[in-house]
């Protein structure tokens, strides 16, 4: 996997992915930023839940759950030292469904998080204390 990183000027960067996908990166005014884009920590939080995201959803279909609706609210604390690394990490799940079988999204969420989700499981291993919750809605 590749990916490569312009700067634009003052804290803005454009990055770009090898599947040819960009993203803006900025930060606030007062560290030389226009606030146009996401910070980095804040893209490594959104795609550390993606990839959990991913796993639940394709974990439910292939289990035949009639799952409608899928999303993870993530919550996290960092260091107030520099380096600002991640300490801890939620994410909770909420999965909307017709006849959803709570112990299929209780199992999703479990694989994911101890087998599939290379974000999670990578942090957690680099001392991020990662936990997770569910809930499940009738649709």
């Given at each position: 996997m590749k990916a490569q990183i312009k700067w634009v000027d003052g804290a803005m960067f454009v990055a770009e992915?090898?599947?040819?996908?960009?993203v803006v990166i900025d930060?606030?005014?007062?560290?030389?930023?226009r606030n146009m884009g996401p910070r980095p920590m804040e893209l490594v939080l959104m795609g550390t839940g993606a990839c959990s995201t991913y796993d639940?959803?394709?974990i439910l279909r292939k289990a035949r759950q009639d799952i409608i609706d899928c999303q993870v609210e993530l919550?996290?604390?960092r260091a107030d030292a520099v380096p600002a690394?991640?300490?801890a990490i939620h994410m909770h799940f909420i999965v909307r469904g017709r006849q959803l079988a709570e112990?299929?999204?209780a199992r999703a969420v479990k694989l994911s998080a101890e087998k599939y989700c290379s974000a999670s499981i990578m942090l957690g291993a680099a001392g991020v204390k990662v936990t997770h919750s569910h809930a499940v809605e009738e649709a």
């Open positions: 992915s090898e599947s040819g996908h960009a930060g606030p005014a007062d560290g030389g930023g639940v959803v394709s919550s996290a604390e690394v991640f300490t112990n299929q999204v």
